[in-house]
């Protein structure tokens, strides 16, 4: 019996990248999955027949997390979809690095929508849907420790994400339900190299104690265990997954 048999799951931005590695990963450890995606059909499909052909269920929903509408539909969606919802991971995210004085209105109000109002709501959404002892994960980054001159709104909207999960720790704690961060460190994506073009990132794996960039799977496995079985006594942390990244 798979640790997370009987357990329903949503996770956000779950078509690509760190989003797809959790999605697989909760699914191959038993949870019925539904998982959001913003364009890409594709790849939600590719994501779905992976999960499928390993024996696992995933269902494709596509929402916008800056759009409140699309984050209750997504949500809606997944109470037909699941047994129950036990894990909630919010991971969709957006940065569009600028230093702060090229950032437009619209540019911030995108960013806030996207890493700020969508996942407020997802934590009240989760918050009135969990099962007791239930699971909120909230995927943020090494960068609200190591701080870089072109992502203020990044940093900024992921510290916002950060103290919301550390409120919902609380808010939620007497059901048993637990929230944590899990801040990755550098992440072999796709938009790790579109925010870095022609970087190969020998810096950034000379600071890492482990010498090597993570790969979504890294990242998916620290979810794994907090949403499992042994992570009922962890919460309101932010765990850093970043292999011994050196300030």
């Known amino acids: 019996m798979a640790v997370l048999d009987g357990k329903g799951a949503v996770v956000t931005g779950g078509s690509r990248g760190i989003g797809r ?24 499909a590719e994501v779905t027949a992976e999960v499928a052909a390993a024996g696992g269920m995933a269902h494709a ?28 991971v919010c991971n969709a995210s957006t940065s569009m690095p600028k230093p702060i ?15 700020v109002k969508g996942p407020f709501f997802i934590i009240q959404h989760a918050g009135r849907m969990l099962r007791d002892g239930g699971r909120f994960v909230a995927i943020s980054t090494m960068s609200t420790r190591l701080h870089h001159p ?46 870095n073009p022609g970087d190969d990132f ?5 600071m890492t104690a482990l010498r090597r960039l993570g790969e979504p799977e890294d990242i998916a496995a620290v979810v794994a265990f907090l ?3 042994d992570g009922t006594w962890i919460t309101g942390q932010n765990i850093p997954a970043d292999g011994g990244i050196l300030p």
Do not use: H
């Open 150 to 195: 072109a992502i203020a709104l990044y940093t900024g909207a992921k510290g916002a994400l950060e103290n919301f999960t550390k409120v919902a720790a609380l808010a939620y704690g007497a059901r048993g339900i637990t929230a944590n961060i899990v801040s990755p460190g550098a992440t072999r994506t796709q938009s790790l190299v579109d925010a």
């Open 202 to 206: 020998s810096e950034t794996i000379e």
């Open 101 to 115: 004085e090229d950032v437009t209105e619209d540019d911030f109000d995108r960013e806030m929508a996207t890493d």
């Open 61 to 88: 929903v596509q929402a916008d997390q800056g759009s409140v509408a699309a984050v209750a539909q997504l949500f809606d969606e997944a109470s037909r979809r699941l047994p129950g919802l036990d894990i909630v």
């Open 21 to 44: 590695a959790i999605v697989r990963r909760l699914a191959a450890d038993g949870a019925t999955v539904v998982f959001s995606f913003l364009e890409n059909k594709e790849a939600a």
């Open 227 to 229: 949403a499992g079985p």
